[in-house]
């Protein structure tokens, strides 16, 4: 079964310092990613997807992922971070499966600090 | 814009009670999932269904049923409720127009 790893469980930010978050996942196949991000309060939503094509993928809110398939990895970044973009960061998996289901990770907590 | 609305936001239960949570969406999708999303844990996927009257186990289906009588409705079924299932539950649709996963609001389950 794929599993998706996230190391780092909470990320401490002062306004405008740069953003990355790890992502790895372990499966040899095609697989479909995903970065979620839930704000305090709010519903779990997408912020970018990578099916297939240019593996630098940008999103809303100024995010971007990288998918590099040789290090089974799909990072999230973002340039300038803002004290709006405090929430918990999700990365997910599909590997095909009929029902789309995904495999998440454990999540980032990031902090952004004023 | 897809809408998935769930019964209740908070939801107190004592141990052994049966409980149901909710989960409707207002479009014809097909797949709809059920996760509970534990702190350091993420979220991991409880059921899952595909279409009417059908369903599927997901990575931790023990303790819980479900039932999708009509294709709007999934409900997730807790038979004897117990203090491990104290958590978050989320529901989600998956839309095959834009390939993603709507959530609902949730739902905080404690369990005294």
């Known amino acids: 079964a794929q599993s998706v790893s996230q190391h780092n469980h909470h990320v401490i930010l002062s306004e405008a310092a740069s953003l990355e978050l790890g992502c790895n996942y372990s499966?040899?196949?095609?697989?479909?990613l995903f970065w979620y991000v839930q704000y305090p309060g709010q519903h779990l939503q997408l912020l970018l997807k990578?099916?297939?094509?240019?593996?630098l993928v940008k999103g809303i809110k100024g995010f971007e992922a990288e998918f590099i398939k040789s290090k089974f990895s799909f990072n999230l970044r973002k340039p300038s971070v803002q004290w709006s973009d405090t929430a918990e960061y999700f990365c997910?998996?599909?590997?095909?499966?009929?029902?789309?289901?995904?495999?998440f990770g454990s999540g980032t907590q990031l902090t952004v600090l004023p | 814009d897809v809408k998935v609305t769930q019964s209740s936001r908070y939801l107190v239960k004592r141990t052994g009670e049966k409980v149901f949570l909710e989960c409707v969406q207002d479009?014809?999708?097909?797949?709809m999932f059920w996760y509970r999303q534990d702190p350091g844990l993420g979220l991991r996927l409880i059921y899952f269904?595909?279409?009417?009257?059908?369903?599927e186990k997901g990575d931790i289906p023990e303790g819980y049923s479900v039932s999708r009588e009509k294709k709007e409705r999934f409900s997730l079924i807790l038979e004897s409720a117990s203090t491990n299932q104290t958590s978050m539950y989320l529901c989600?649709?998956?839309?095959?127009?834009?390939?993603?996963?709507?959530f609902g609001p949730g739902t905080r389950l404690t369990v005294t």
């Open positions: 499966y040899g196949g095609t697989v479909n």
């Open positions: 479009m014809d999708h097909e797949n």
């Open positions: 989600a649709i998956f839309s095959g127009t834009s390939y993603e996963q709507y």
């Open positions: 997910a998996v599909n590997t095909g499966g009929s029902a789309r289901q995904l495999t």
């Open positions: 990578y099916f297939s094509g240019d593996p």
């Open positions: 269904s595909y279409d009417v009257k059908m369903k």
